[in-house]
């Protein structure tokens, strides 16, 4: 289970959809205050799906990455895709493919 940190709040879990003003933590509801997301996730996360936050850091690898807008930073592997209309994507290997339409993609180096 990994540790996830939302606006400074912690939480747990592997599965994190947020959407229409709502955040969802393996299926269970959680409330976070202020109208600008940062998320920070230490350990590995299954899949992570995101309407809109200003930056998501991830210490770990991840199955799959889907944001609307926001930059994405991952200090692991990707199974599957990372996918954002509107942010850059930092990454090591990814197995699936990458695509934003409007910011940057790099690739780090082990």
Do not use: H, R, W
């Amino acid at each position: 289970m990994s540790t996830i940190n939302i606006n400074g709040k912690i939480y747990s879990g592997n599965n994190i959809v947020i959407g229409n003003g709502n955040i969802v933590i393996d299926g269970n509801s959680v409330i976070v205050e202020g109208k600008e997301i940062n998320i920070s996730i230490e350990g590995n996360v299954e899949e992570l799906k995101v309407d809109a936050c200003q930056k998501i850091s991830i210490s770990g690898s991840v199955g799959s990455i889907k944001t609307q807008s926001g930059d994405v930073d991952i200090t692991g592997d990707v199974s599957g895709s990372v996918q954002t209309m509107s942010g850059n994507v930092d990454c090591f290997n990814v197995g699936g493919s990458i695509s934003t339409m409007s910011g940057n993609i790099k690739m780090k180096n082990k």
